[in-house]
């Protein structure tokens, strides 16, 4: 990711790639050395997850869930889960694009954490063209998530588009395909329209598992899509991370999941094959792009905490350190005043302590 967070739920920042880097190799696969067989197994009870709220790694036991999950049958069930703000004209572009999707979605939940009844109305409008529920939500991202996941039916795969987002008519296809190789989890690429440059994250033009790097610079949420089993085994979204949580830590809510699942051997992957766009950021005043700026770093940080060891931190670190040092050199003074702002949200997020 980049060496300093410009609004974006990062970690380790790299360079960009161009629009070619996105042609990929039609039968390569993020989780090759996976499953054939389309029947899942049993979900273990009693593994180790995160207690939310806690700040520390527990011995939970979950119920037993030993259902067996057989896709050899019928076409795996996609739900898919969006917390909102409150953006109707977004949410609509939304819709419209799960509309025309060539792998049907099953169901659509919708967490609203807005104040009005535009988000209600929308969804009216949409009911008889999708298979749409709205529940009330408050507390930030990661807690619309949850209640979005808490109302969901059954289903087999499930994902998290920002209320601003919108999918290519084959990304539900190409993730159920790639989910289908083995993986626990497959994110795809967020791009902006048009000129389809990465958002967020690096992301790159080859699929690949997901490792103790990669995983920072290769998945953001909006863009991932999860076996159910991942939420029954290793937990749900920590409240304590992300935009709107109650925390200082105004990230890393997606990551943190991730590395839940990746500490306990799940395989995960990334594909470019899987696209989901978002709508270009709005150009921000530097004060509130600093602030946002330092908030991301936080969360990164606290995730950095959770599940990496000091050696891996202080790389985290030191690589924001050089890229600012380098460009004060070059008098950039507003990215050398980013890169700074960068190593203090980290290390306030790792410490647990603002300064």
Not at 16 to 40: H, R, V
Not at 127 to 132: C, E, G, T
Not at 222 to 251: D, H, I, K, M
Not at 306 to 316: D, P
Request: hydrophobic share 35%.
């Amino acid at each position: 990711m980049q060496e300093h967070e410009a609004p974006s739920r990062d970690g380790f920042l790299g360079r960009n790639p161009s629009t070619k880097d996105f042609i990929s190799q039609p039968n390569q696969k993020a989780c090759q050395p996976g499953w054939k067989e389309l029947t899942l197994s049993p979900v273990p009870a009693g593994p180790t997850i995160f207690a939310i709220g806690s700040g520390e790694r527990v011995s939970s036991a979950l119920p037993d869930t030993t259902r067996q999950h057989s896709w050899t049958e019928s076409k795996p069930r996609v739900g898919i889960v969006v917390s909102t703000i409150g953006r109707p004209t977004s949410l609509q572009r939304l819709f419209a694009s799960l509309e025309a999707q060539t792998f049907p979605v099953n169901t659509l939940v919708v967490a609203d954490q807005s104040s009005t009844m535009e988000t209600t109305s929308v969804a009216e409008a949409w009911a008889s063209r999708l298979p749409l529920t709205v529940v009330p939500s408050r507390g930030g991202l990661s807690q619309g998530r949850n209640d979005g996941l808490a109302a969901l039916p059954p289903c087999d795969i499930v994902a998290f588009p920002d209320d601003d987002c919108w999918y290519a008519p084959n990304t539900v296809a190409n993730a159920v395909e790639e989910i289908m190789t083995g993986c626990m989890m497959v994110s795809g690429r967020l791009v902006t329209p048009g000129d389809m440059k990465p958002s967020r994250v690096r992301f790159g033009s080859q699929p690949l598992t997901l490792g103790r790097r990669s995983i920072w610079t290769h998945a953001v949420e909006a863009a991932c899509f999860f076996r159910q089993e991942v939420f029954e085994t290793y937990g749900v979204f920590n409240t304590e991370l992300g935009v709107g949580c109650p925390t200082p830590w105004q990230s890393g809510e997606g990551t943190e999941l991730l590395w839940r699942a990746l500490n306990n051997g799940a395989l995960l992957g990334y594909s470019p094959r899987i696209t989901v766009f978002e709508e270009a950021g709005a150009d921000l005043s530097p004060a509130i792009y600093l602030r946002k700026t330092r908030e991301y770093a936080r969360g990164t940080g606290r995730v950095i905490r959770l599940h990496q060891n000091r050696w891996e931190f202080t790389a985290a670190v030191i690589r924001p350190a050089v890229r600012g040092f380098l460009n004060l050199l070059r008098l950039r003074v507003g990215t050398a005043r980013l890169c700074l702002h960068t190593i203090l949200g980290r290390c306030e997020g790792y410490t647990g302590r603002l300064v």
